[in-house]
C-alpha cells in the first residue's frame, strides 16, 4: 500500500486508510511534530503551512504570496 498519499490537514476522514491502524500501531500518529524557533527583530514573518500547501507552492512563491 502506498502511504506517501495522506496530506494531514486532509487526512481527518480518510477511512479507506483505516487498515493502516492495525499493522502493530500502523504509519499514522496522532502525536504532533512540534518545533521552536525564535524570532529576531530581522525577520518579516513567519509562514506556517500544512504539508499540503508546501506540495503545491516553492519557499519564495509562499514569500511573494504572503507579501
Same mark, same amino acid.
Do not use: K
Given at each position: 500500500m502506498d502511504i506517501g498519499q495522506l496530506n494531514i490537514?486532509?487526512?481527518?476522514?480518510?477511512?479507506?486508510m483505516d487498515e493502516l491502524r492495525r499493522m502493530d500501531g500502523g504509519p499514522l500518529c496522532a502525536e504532533p511534530e512540534? &518545533? @521552536?524557533t525564535k524570532l529576531s527583530a530581522e525577520d518579516e514573518?513567519?509562514?506556517?503551512?500544512?504539508?499540503?500547501?508546501?506540495?503545491?507552492? &516553492? @519557499?519564495?512563491?509562499?514569500?511573494?504570496?504572503?507579501?
Open positions: 490537514a486532509r487526512a481527518l476522514g480518510d477511512w479507506h512540534v &518545533m @521552536s514573518f513567519l509562514i506556517m503551512l500544512c504539508d499540503g500547501i508546501w506540495d503545491v507552492f &516553492m @519557499s519564495q512563491n509562499t514569500v511573494d504570496f504572503a507579501r
